[in-house]
């Protein structure tokens, strides 16, 4: 065999063997990170269940005290709610307020111009707290969507980034994958027949950021500008300690 055959089945080989790595190394990523997830959600369901019980047994106590069978019932159901919402909220505690994000939607980002003031909300539902902001910009023909979201009370929305390792789309549509904005996990979509460039973020592995972008001039705009964003201090950022009682 001629050496040159030789070396170009070498090569050969050695592209096969990385590309193998490659995948093992996603799947590696990828099963690690859905260990996490599953850790957490394991971890409030045990929480919950506890709590649960706890509540049957008051339950118990109450009605042998004489207290009314219906009022019980609703008591127990809501202390168990409340339980399985605090258990959700557990690892994550209090949210970052909207105004706390709301300055990294500022009024101008590169040439883009905001098209409207920022819409933002910080909500609170027993002891969960979820934050999120918002601004629309232009750019030409273009409209870009940016939103901001405070995820530490709610594990499963940071589920897609799990997987981002293993995300690969590629269709006559256009495509979706796993990739990093900055060093930090993304996901970037592209939408070829509405020009739709799509990019959302995890950062400081609390914050979404979303950036979404309508008769995008190339499938990297959405991508480019969330990269022009201050995420480095996004991450940064913490939730005031509540007041002491």
């Known amino acids: 065999m001629a050496r040159s055959t030789v070396l170009f089945a070498l090569m050969f080989a050695l592209l096969g063997c990385k590309e193998q790595r ?41 009605l042998a005290a004489g207290k009314d069978p219906e009022q019980v019932k609703q008591q127990t159901e809501m202390a168990k709610g409340l339980a399985a919402m605090q258990a959700l909220g557990a ?21 883009l111009k905001a098209d409207g003031d920022v819409k933002g909300k910080t909500e ?18 273009s409209r870009v969507d940016i939103s ?10 940071r589920a897609p980034f799990a997987m981002v390792a293993m995300i690969s789309e590629d269709s006559s549509e256009g495509f979706k ?25 995890l950062i400081g592995d609390r914050f979404i950021v979303k950036v979404e972008v309508s008769k995008a001039a190339k499938p990297e ?12 201090e996004i991450a940064k950022l913490k939730a005031d300690e509540p007041a002491e009682k």
Do not use: C
């Open 22 to 62: 490659d995948d093992v190394s996603n799947a590696v990523e990828a099963a690690k990170g859905m260990a996490e997830l599953a850790s957490s959600l394991k971890k409030a369901g045990e929480q919950a269940e506890r709590a649960g019980k706890a509540a049957e047994q008051q339950a118990a106590a109450d």
């Open 91 to 111: 690892s994550g505690g209090p949210a970052v307020n909207w105004r706390k994000l709301a300055p990294f939607l500022p009024d101008a980002i590169g040439e």
């Open 124 to 141: 609170k539902a027993g002891p969960m707290e979820h934050s999120n902001v918002s601004r629309d910009y232009k750019l030409g023909e």
């Open 148 to 157: 901001i979201a405070d995820s530490s009370a709610i594990p499963m929305m």
């Open 177 to 201: 994958k796993g990739t990093k904005i900055a060093g930090n996990t993304a996901i970037v979509e592209w939408r070829d027949k509405s020009k739709h460039s799509e990019a959302t973020a």
């Open 221 to 232: 705009a959405a991508q480019e500008l969330l990269a022009q964003l201050n995420l480095a």
